[in-house]
Each structure stands twice: as structure tokens, then as C-alpha cells.
């Protein structure tokens, strides 16, 4: 009996321990994959700005909606290389054979793990079905509505703006004020054969009660015209010139995202036999699975000797999660062109996880070693043999 209380007090300091550590860890990766992610974002939303693609006054709320979007690949990653970080570090300082000698066999792990993952697992269900799904429906509505904005409210300072016809390019060097007034105008313009460049010294924009356009006034400025076929150039000096902006919406039907609906309405999609909703279905259920399972399986893969560095476990990490998330994604295209049906779309990246987890599992009870470790004693034995081989006898 008294034994037994001494097993169990060296357990639950063990697994006191260890939840100390990977939570410290957690939070440390977390961080810098939300950094790496919302920089990433920013980048690509600002671009997005430059190309008039994007509001330059939304690109902060479009950051937030992107990362919120990306958030449960962030958010499984965090989980699976916090457990990975905890036990190969406890692996490298002999921790870990400290706690193995002491009667703590590897499948107990399962159980500090478990308690670990369980409030990451439940997190992820809902950003998956319904945080994400409402992030992306946000990004799509702010993407639409910039896209139907009048010529005249999309120009901003600093920024090429084209036409929706396609055939004129502006640019203003000041932003707008109260009276809608321009600094510096940059004009460029295309049409049946001709291009003409218009620099202007300063510009106006004033609307047109009828016809629901606007007109930009120009002032003190020249235009250059190019004639495509009969290769003449002309150029002349104004005092005042004027350009019409189109002001009338533009309705543009484009189908919703199956990214931005939510659960019930994938599975009342997939009812109807929608392909794409059940793909979307099964690639975010594989997701749960990652962030379930590879916590399990970082249990495995951890086991280390203390003379191998611990960079090759890290970079095994990041590629065997890189390799699952491209399963994943496979599989989801798969189930999209009708390859492979649903059921074994969503089934078969858990059942690839446990399969590879059990191995390890396996090879760990039965060998006492990781592959990776394995080799490196038998390049050390052999390399002892051989001094000896050498050595006077």
C-alpha cells in the first residue's frame, strides 16, 4: 500500500510538471505564430490597399477577420508543438529516464496529455465551425461592398485607382478634405487605339445631382496624346479640363464561400449532395483530429537520445504536421472532384495518425528506441569496435 502512494505522489509530480512546462510553452508558441500570422496578413492586406483591391481605412479589420479565419491551423500547430517542445526537452535533460525507471511507462503520458488538449480540442470546434465561417463571411461582405463603391469615393491619396471599365487610370497626390479637393492629378486613358496622359496641378470632384455621376475638375495642366495607328503624338496646355466618374453601383452576383458558412449550413448542403459543402465538412473535421491526435503522437515521436540535438526533432515536427495538413488538404480536393467519398475523406487522416502513433507506440516498448536514436548507437558501437580493432594488442 504504501508503496502504491508513493507511485502515485511521483505521478501526479510528474504530471504536475509537465502541465506547468507545456502551458508556459503553449503560450510562448502561441505568440509567435499569431505574430508570424497577423504580419503575414498585414502584408498582404496592405497590397491588397495599394492595388485598390481593399480599403486602406478597413486594413486593420481585415487583419482581424483574416486571422481569425486562419486561426485553428494556428491553434493545432500551438498544440502539437508545445507537447513536442515538453517532452523532447524532458527527453534531452534524462528527465524522461528518470521518470521511466521510476515505473512510469510511456502510455501513461496519454493521461497529462489528455488533460492538456481537451480545452484547445474544445476551442477548436467552435472556431472551425463557427468563429472562422463568420470571420471569412465578414471578409467576403467588406471585399463586395468596396468593390461596389462609387469611382469617386475608391480614389485615395497616394494610390492608382482604375476605372471599371478598365480604360483610365488615376492617381492623386493629396487626399481628399471636406471640399473634395486634389493636389497633384496623374490621368491615364485608353480608347479606340489612342492613350493619352493628363497631369493636372490640382483637382476637384464635384457630383452631378442628374445622371448619378460626378465630374473631376482639373486645373493648369497638359495632355499628351499617342495615336496607336497613325503613330502621331500630340500634346496641349489647358486652363481647366474635366473628367467623368461613374458613381452608379455596381451589382455583382458572386456565389457565397463555402469557407464562410457555418456547420448547419454545410450539412444542409451536403444533404442536397453538394460535393463542396462536404468536403468543406471533412476538412474541417480532419482539423479537430489534428488537434486531438498529434498531441498523442508528439508523445512518440519525443523519445530522443540526450546526444542527438534537438533541432532534428523540431524540424521532424513541423514536417510531419506540414505532411498531415497536406493529406488533409488532398483529401478535401478529392471529395470535391468526387474521387473518394465523404465518409472515408473524413476518416482517413485520423486512422493515418493512429496508424503512425501505434507504430511508434509500438517500435518504443519493443526496442527501447526511436530510429533515429537506434542509429546513432550503432554508429557509435561501430566506431568502437573499430579503435579496438586498431588498438596494440
Known amino acids: 500500500m504504501q508503496c502504491s502512494k508513493l507511485s502515485i505522489i511521483k505521478f501526479v509530480i510528474a504530471f504536475k510538471s509537465f502541465l506547468q512546462e507545456v502551458r508556459g510553452i503553449a503560450g510562448a508558441v502561441f505568440a509567435v505564430l499569431l505574430t508570424i500570422l497577423v504580419t503575414s496578413s498585414?502584408?498582404?492586406?496592405?497590397?491588397?490597399?495599394?492595388?485598390?483591391?481593399?480599403?486602406?481605412?478597413?486594413?486593420v479589420p481585415l487583419v482581424a477577420f483574416a486571422a481569425l479565419q486562419a486561426l485553428p491551423v494556428v491553434?493545432?500547430?500551438?498544440?502539437?508543438?508545445?507537447?513536442?517542445?515538453?517532452?523532447?526537452?524532458?527527453?534531452?535533460?534524462?528527465?524522461m529516464v528518470v521518470w521511466m525507471s521510476s515505473g512510469l511507462s510511456l502510455g501513461q503520458w496519454l493521461r497529462p496529455v489528455a488533460r492538456f488538449v481537451w480545452p484547445f480540442a474544445l476551442a477548436?470546434?467552435?472556431?472551425?465551425?463557427?468563429?472562422?465561417?463568420?470571420?471569412?463571411?465578414?471578409?467576403?461582405?467588406?471585399?463586395?461592398?468596396?468593390s461596389q463603391r462609387p469611382e469617386d469615393q475608391r480614389l485615395d491619396a497616394g494610390r492608382f485607382?482604375?476605372?471599371?471599365?478598365?480604360?483610365?487610370?488615376?492617381?492623386?497626390?493629396?487626399?481628399?478634405?471636406?471640399?473634395?479637393?486634389?493636389?497633384?492629378?496623374?490621368?491615364?486613358?485608353?480608347?479606340?487605339?489612342?492613350?493619352?496622359v493628363i497631369l493636372a496641378s490640382k483637382g476637384e470632384i464635384q457630383s452631378q445631382e442628374e445622371g448619378g455621376g460626378a465630374w473631376l475638375f482639373l486645373a493648369k495642366g497638359t495632355r499628351s496624346d499617342f495615336n496607336a495607328i497613325d503613330l502621331e503624338t500630340r500634346q496641349l496646355a489647358f486652363e481647366s479640363y474635366r473628367v467623368f466618374l461613374d458613381r452608379s453601383p455596381v451589382q455583382k452576383e458572386t456565389p457565397p464561400s463555402l469557407r464562410a458558412n457555418n456547420l448547419f449550413e454545410l450539412a444542409q448542403r451536403s444533404g442536397l449532395g453538394d460535393l463542396?459543402?462536404?468536403?468543406?465538412?471533412?476538412?474541417?473535421l480532419g482539423l479537430c483530429f489534428i488537434c486531438l491526435l498529434m498531441p498523442v503522437f508528439a508523445i512518440a515521436a519525443s523519445?530522443?537520445?540526450?546526444?542527438?540535438?534537438?533541432?532534428?526533432?523540431?524540424?521532424?515536427?513541423?514536417?510531419?504536421?506540414?505532411?498531415?495538413?497536406?493529406?488533409?488538404?488532398?483529401?478535401?480536393?478529392l471529395i470535391f472532384e468526387g474521387k473518394i467519398s465523404a465518409d472515408w475523406g473524413w476518416v482517413s487522416t485520423?486512422?493515418?495518425?493512429?496508424?503512425?502513433?501505434?507504430?511508434?507506440?509500438w517500435w518504443r516498448s519493443r526496442f527501447r528506441a526511436t530510429p533515429m536514436?537506434?542509429?546513432?548507437?550503432?554508429?557509435?558501437?561501430?566506431?568502437?569496435?573499430r579503435r579496438k580493432k586498431g588498438a596494440p594488442t
Open 276 to 284: 463542396g459543402a462536404a468536403s468543406e465538412i471533412s476538412y474541417r
Open 124 to 146: 477548436m470546434v467552435a472556431l472551425t465551425f463557427f468563429v472562422s465561417p463568420w470571420a471569412q463571411q465578414q471578409l467576403d461582405e467588406t471585399r463586395l461592398e468596396f
Open 42 to 59: 498585414l502584408i498582404r492586406m496592405l497590397g491588397a490597399a495599394a492595388s485598390d483591391r481593399a480599403d486602406s481605412e478597413l486594413v
Open 373 to 385: 536514436s537506434l542509429m546513432f548507437s550503432l554508429r557509435i558501437s561501430r566506431g568502437d569496435r
Open 75 to 95: 491553434l493545432a500547430l500551438t498544440v502539437y508543438l508545445s507537447v513536442l517542445l515538453a517532452l523532447t526537452r524532458a527527453w534531452k535533460d534524462s528527465e
Open 350 to 361: 485520423p486512422l493515418l495518425i493512429i496508424a503512425v502513433t501505434s507504430f511508434l507506440f
Open 161 to 196: 485607382m482604375e476605372s471599371r471599365s478598365g480604360q483610365i487610370v488615376f492617381f492623386g497626390e493629396m487626399a481628399f478634405d471636406t471640399e473634395k479637393r486634389l493636389g497633384l492629378v496623374f490621368i491615364r486613358a485608353q480608347s479606340a487605339g489612342q492613350e493619352s
Open 303 to 333: 523519445v530522443t537520445s540526450p546526444r542527438l540535438g534537438r533541432s532534428l526533432h523540431i524540424i521532424f515536427g513541423v514536417v510531419s504536421f506540414m505532411f498531415v495538413m497536406n493529406f488533409l488538404a488532398l483529401n478535401k480536393a
